[in-house]
């Protein structure tokens, strides 16, 4: 069976900083990699995916995302960090063996100190 | 372009009620599915649909019901409500059932006492 974890609650990161948001995995097959962001009273919105080739996968808003096999772990990083980034943030899963489950980590919630 | 759809954003059952919470896609997306929230829970799996006239369960299924009648609309009905059940609910979209990333809805926030 699929799933994510999201081993951190919140992360609090100063402005300017980098940050990252750890996520680590586990499927049978071949795994698909998700991230969404959150804000408050607000639906999911795409961030990046990793479905294969380069391990590091660039998607909006400056962020990107390391794809790491041995480790599965598919970590979210952003150089520097901005209060306006502060929000929820989900790691999502599928694998290829046809499931069409998308699943998802418990959220990590993002807190930028200005 | 509205994207996904969904109403009400708010109701209030009381336990047993029925009701349906609706969902619409108008970017003709193959994928549909439904999520509820719930604090320290993540996002978890309700149903999910891969085209009109197929659904299949996810991983909370139990007291929901779904339909697909159209690649446009994906209505989860609650057909005796309970407390447990008090959840934001969100539907999300793909455009193919393989690799698609998810669009969401704003959510329906549902209290049921």
């Known amino acids: 069976a699929q799933s994510v974890a999201q081993p951190e609650d919140q992360v609090n990161v100063a402005e300017g900083n980098p940050l990252t948001v750890k996520c680590t995995y586990s499927v049978s097959g071949n795994p698909y990699l998700f991230w969404y962001v959150q804000y408050p009273n607000r639906g999911l919105q795409f961030l990046l995916k990793?479905?294969?080739?380069?391990?590091l996968v660039k998607g909006s808003y400056g962020f990107e995302a390391e794809f790491n096999k041995s480790q599965t772990s598919f970590h979210l990083k952003k150089p520097s960090a901005l209060v306006s980034d502060s929000a929820l943030y989900f790691c999502a899963v599928r694998d290829d063996g046809g499931t069409y489950k998308y699943i998802f980590g418990t959220g990590t919630r993002l807190k930028v100190l200005a | 372009n509205a994207g996904v759809t969904q109403t009400p954003k708010f109701q209030v059952l009381k336990t047993g009620q029925s009701m349906t919470l609706q969902c619409a896609q108008d970017m003709n997306h193959e994928y549909m599915s439904w999520y509820r929230q719930d604090p320290g829970m993540g996002l978890r799996l309700i149903h999910y649909s891969v085209g009109a006239g197929i659904t299949d369960q996810g991983e909370v299924p139990n007291g929901y019901n779904v339909s697909r009648s159209t690649t446009e609309d994906f209505p989860l009905r609650l057909l005796s409500a309970a407390p447990s059940q008090t959840s934001v609910y969100f539907c999300?979209?793909?455009?193919?059932?393989?690799?698609?990333?998810?669009?969401f809805g704003e959510g329906s926030r549902l209290t049921v006492l």
């Open positions: 999300a979209s793909s455009y193919s059932r393989f690799l698609g990333e998810l669009f």
């Open positions: 990793y479905i294969t080739g380069d391990n």
